[in-house]
């Protein structure tokens, strides 16, 4: 393709690029129509956008410079949500006008402030950074923006979402009325169009995203498993598709830290990206990956923002994205510049229907399949291996000598299967998982029961998660008061005011008396009435379904108000405090819950 319409040190850049010609965003904003004009552009992460914007300041920005390679004040100031996306930004630019010759300055946080300050008195014509950093130099003094002709915005929503708000209206407040500005969004939310209300003039807008959120590159997969399962699955996943490089998100730091743990010890080359790693440790990772050290990358939405690895074509999204726009942040971190991708979605059996609303939301089909088993593994790593092990290549002669000596000691087939052995050896082993039929999974539920534990009774305590009950502190109560072992406590369900635990049915009878017995109204934990529950917790289940509680149990004692019997307000603290708290933070000593007021409730 001829790029005669762009300036001659832009056409040649994009040609020894190897461009052939430009994506949907980038001839977009480079039509007459957009020529100097206030832009908001929706496009799909990945689409080329980083490239776009610096094409469509390319003719001011030139002719500003006047043939110079350096300005006494930027001209472009380019503000990204992250570290990383931030110096991508800053590297596509630097080989889009590497023929000029300008100059480029970075400044985002992690960095030194003081080497940034030096940069921008060295006269760079364009400035990339992060909102904050941004806004730290301007109150310094160290960034001049007066001779602005143009700002972008790239990842608007995501600088929104982040709570980049105030930073962005104190830069854009600091800039000339006359500059251009340039607002680039993969999606378009009410927040991000009073944004452009307030700073563009006659803005253009230029919407490529289509019909669906997704991208043509990007096929989606809805992965069915048990929630007990997922970290299998995620391994399966990743042995199934061998991708050259792969992204598995999280929704925390420490769902981070935890698989990260969990893929190294089964043998995957794995790093982690998450908020708590330094910027020395997040390059460190990048570059493990980008070098091939490493195949597998464990990250957080936040930490993975601006992640740009050519060779990426695998997203597992671990833990379900809160929203569309998360997920379409997520996933097009690969399907990226015409190269296919795969966006696997691991979505438990209780978060199917959700997953299905945020999909049907979002305008994205996904082939709901289940996980990958073993022997479908083994079959592609056949597969794979008979490709590699017979692929031309060229062998040295020292090599063909030990091939030789190989050969009069061993047979071809056992030579061939070592060097198959070999190869298998370092390769993670595929996790066996649960059938994914109901009675697979009824079947397994059932043999999960302990034995002993065939025939049980149900008993309730007039405790909950109201009175900050957990198992920890319930077991030896249990123990103490009903004279038995841990050993003979089966499931322990805590309710909103309630509490359920089995006993064995050969013992319940023994436990009753002990628990008779023990009642006493002087001591706070032995005034915790515990009965025999016939029904078990499902009946309270049940009840509050009927009442639109959507099956949760959200229990209270029979024929009495909520607080478990109990008169005045528990003094657990406050609803979501620390577990055994007193208002104001202090624990109960000697793993005491509460301090009940009253007469314990009666059945």
């Known amino acids: 393709m001829s790029f005669s319409h762009l300036p001659p040190v832009i056409g040649e850049a994009l040609a020894a690029r190897g461009y052939e010609a430009l994506t949907p965003v980038q001839q977009a904003v480079t039509e007459p129509k957009a020529q100097g004009r206030d832009l908001i552009v929706s496009a799909q992460t990945g689409s080329g956008k980083t490239v776009a914007f610096g094409l469509a300041l390319a003719d001011q920005l030139l002719g500003e410079l006047g043939g110079s390679p350096l300005s006494e004040s930027p001209l472009v100031l380019a503000i990204a949500p992250t570290r990383e996306l931030a110096l991508q930004v800053s590297r596509e630019l630097s080989w889009l006008y590497a023929g000029a010759g300008l100059r480029i300055a970075t400044c985002v946080g992690g960095m030194d402030a003081s080497k940034e300050r030096r940069n921008l008195r060295g006269g760079p014509a364009i400035v990339v950074g992060t909102p904050g950093r941004l806004r730290d130099h301007i109150e310094r003094g160290a960034l001049d923006l007066s001779g602005l002709v143009g700002v972008v915005l790239d990842e608007a929503d ?64 809805a992965i069915s498993v048990g929630p007990s399962e997922i970290e299998n699955a995620v391994v399966n996943l990743l042995r199934f598709h061998e991708a050259e490089t792969a992204i598995c998100f999280c929704a925390t730091r420490e769902s981070v830290r935890r698989l990260h743990t969990t893929l190294q010890n089964r043998g995957f080359g794995v790093v982690a990206l998450s908020g708590e790693h330094s910027q020395s440790e997040r390059n460190q990772a990048l570059q493990a990956l980008r070098d091939r050290r490493a195949r597998v990358c464990v990250a957080t939405d936040v930490a993975a923002r601006g992640i740009d690895l050519p060779t990426l074509s695998l997203v597992i999204h671990v833990e379900i994205p809160r929203d569309a726009e998360t997920l379409q942040h997520r996933s097009g971190r690969t399907g990226r510049a015409g190269k296919k991708g795969i966006a696997a979605i691991v979505v438990p059996h209780n978060r199917r229907r959700r997953v299905e609303g945020m999909l049907r939301g979002a305008r994205i089909e996904a082939e709901w399949i289940d996980a990958p088993s073993p022997e479908a593994i083994r079959q592609k790593d056949r597969t794979r291996l008979i490709e590699r092990l017979t692929a031309p290549r060229e062998i040295e002669e020292y090599d063909r000598e030990l091939a030789g000596e190989l050969m009069a000691r061993m047979t071809p087939e056992d030579i061939a299967a070592a060097l198959v052995q070999a190869h298998r050896a370092e390769m993670p082993e595929p996790e066996e998982l649960l059938a994914n039929t109901p009675e697979a999974r009824e079947k397994a539920k059932a043999e999960r029961h302990r034995p002993g534990f065939e025939d049980v009774v149900w008993f309730r305590m007039d405790i909950g998660r109201r009175h900050n009950a957990e198992p920890r502190w319930i077991l030896p109560l249990i123990c103490r008061r009903g004279h038995i072992t841990r050993n003979e406590i089966g499931a322990i369900r805590i309710g909103q005011h309630e509490s359920w635990f089995q006993v064995p049915r050969a013992v319940a009878g023994k436990f009753a008396d002990a628990i008779q017995r023990t009642a006493s109204p002087e001591d706070e934990q032995d005034a915790i009435a515990i009965v025999e529950a016939p029904d078990g917790p499902r009946v309270e289940a049940r009840q509050n379904r009927k009442h639109g509680g959507g099956g949760k149990v959200h229990a209270r004692p029979l024929g009495k108000k909520p607080g478990g019997g109990f008169k005045g307000k528990p003094s657990g603290g406050k609803p979501g405090g620390k577990p055994g708290a007193k208002p104001g933070g202090k624990p109960f000593g000697k793993g005491k819950p509460f301090k009940a007021k009253g007469k314990p409730a009666r059945p």
Do not use: C, K, W
Request: glycine share 6%; aromatic share 6%.
């Open 158 to 221: 995501e600088m929104l979402d982040m709570g980049f708000r105030e930073d962005l209206e104190e830069i854009l407040d600091a800039t000339p009325e006359t500059r251009r500005t340039l607002l680039f969004s993969a999606t378009m939310p009410r927040p991000i169009e009073r944004l452009a209300e307030r700073y563009q003039r006659n803005a253009l807008r230029l919407s490529l995203v289509g019909e669906t959120r997704g991208h043509g590159d990007i096929a989606y997969q």
